[in-house]
């Protein structure tokens, strides 16, 4: 039956939920077949959380099981499994909200949605888009980042400030985009592209808060995928939190646990490296100290050598060695002298005692013909009346040839 209010007679808030609790506590238990997306086991607690949605509508609904409803399938069942449950709709008046509490669970097989992402992750593989070989290195200190989250989102914070709080100067190309629904893909994939369109951003960021699976689902779109493994430039995956693992992580260049975590890895920071600098100063000014140190210890070890403290003495000790040389040399040059000087003399005699002009001195004479042989027998002298030319030591005059 409809009420009757108006704007001078409406309900309160309370009155509404407690309404609404009313009609729906006359539900009767059903039995709903959805996929586990989200599952919640605390220790110690009775009760277990689990989130069941419908993969065709993208709808989801909250579900509460009591631990020993659920502990008989919990070896089979785990996120991303298909179930059904038996469940009654119940409603929480004071946050006006909606859950089921199941009775029953039973597993129907693997989740189609983690089958479908199990089933594009290999392909995508077999591709090659996850090779390491593809992974491009991040720059040391970006001129200018892009990052695309959400608006206003805590991950945009936590990127920007950490960021900032790292290097001051950092500057930023914020693109906000709806980061989970139906528009979600289209948006990080055109931001993605018109930031990789821009010469000046050296990085790029996409990040995320936390969230169920299926909210993290347009990080594991294909066409996402493949957008970042074609961008030129190198693109850091900060989705969720450490156990969150979409496809996005796999493709991009360096993965980061948290959007915190993406601004230290993207970011140095200022005061490390300003003690890095000043270390590697005080490195090398030790590493100058001690070679310094070094060559004045060697230089004073040679300056006290004897020879570099009196250099002198060398030439002094060499002196009387040079002079006994040079006596030595003059010595054998003169006997060297006189034995050739005897020798020549010797010789000297012998060339005139053998001479020819020597014996004619004695009184011989050399008898030639007109033609120049010497008359070595009276046979040779010729003719009688012939002239013959007759050589003594004081000259020489012509004789003839008698009978």
């Not at 199990?118 to 995508?124: A, R, Y």
């Not at 006997?335 to 020798?343: G, I, N």
């Amino acid at each position: 039956m409809a009420l009757q209010t108006s704007p001078e007679a409406p309900l309160p808030v309370g009155d509404v939920s407690r309404l609404i609790g009313g009609w729906i506590d006359r539900l009767g238990a059903v039995w709903v077949e959805g996929q586990i997306t989200q599952l919640s086991r605390r220790p110690g607690a009775g009760v277990v959380f689990l989130t069941l949605r419908d993969p065709s509508h993208d709808i989801s609904v909250s579900v509460t099981c009591f631990r020993q409803a659920f502990d008989r399938i919990a070896d089979v069942v785990t996120e991303g499994a298909r179930v059904v449950v038996l469940a009654k709709p119940e409603w929480y008046a004071p946050r006006g909200q909606l859950s089921l509490r199941a009775t029953e669970i039973r597993p129907v097989g693997i989740g189609e949605l983690l089958v479908r992402l199990e089933q594009l992750k290999k392909s995508l593989a077999s591709e090659g888009l996850f090779a390491l070989d593809r992974k491009k290195p991040l720059p040391f200190l970006p001129q200018l980042i892009g990052l695309v989250c959400g608006r206003a989102s805590a991950a945009e914070r936590d990127v920007l400030e950490n960021a900032r709080r790292r290097w001051p100067a950092v500057r930023f190309e914020v693109r906000n985009t709806a980061v989970q629904g139906v528009h979600a893909v289209n948006q990080v994939v055109r931001a993605v592209k018109e930031l990789d369109a821009v010469d000046e951003v050296d990085v790029i960021v996409v990040a995320r808060g936390g969230g169920s699976v299926e909210d993290l689902l347009p990080f594991s779109d294909e066409e996402l995928i493949r957008t970042v493994a074609a961008c030129r430039t190198p693109v850091v995956s900060a989705i969720g939190h450490e156990p969150d693992s979409p496809l996005l992580d796999l493709v991009a260049d360096v993965r980061a646990s948290t959007p915190t975590d993406a601004a230290k890895k993207v970011v140095p920071d200022v005061g490390e490296e300003l003690d890095r600098v000043q270390q590697l100063r005080d490195r090398a000014l030790r590493t100058v100290r001690g070679l310094l140190d070094r060559e004045e210890r060697g230089l004073a070890h040679a300056l006290g050598r004897p020879c570099m403290e009196h250099p002198q003495r060398m030439v002094d000790e060499r002196a009387s060695e040079v002079d006994a040389l040079i006596g030595r040399g003059r010595r054998v040059l003169g006997h060297l002298l006189d034995r050739a000087d005897s020798e020549l003399a010797h010789t000297r005699a012998r060339v005139l005692a053998l001479s020819p002009a020597a014996t004619l001195e004695r009184g011989y004479a050399v008898l030639q013909r007109a033609d120049g042989h010497v008359v070595r027998d009276p046979a040779d002298a010729g003719a009688a009346g012939e002239a013959l030319r007759a050589r003594v030591s004081g000259g020489e005059f012509v004789v003839r040839v008698a009978e």
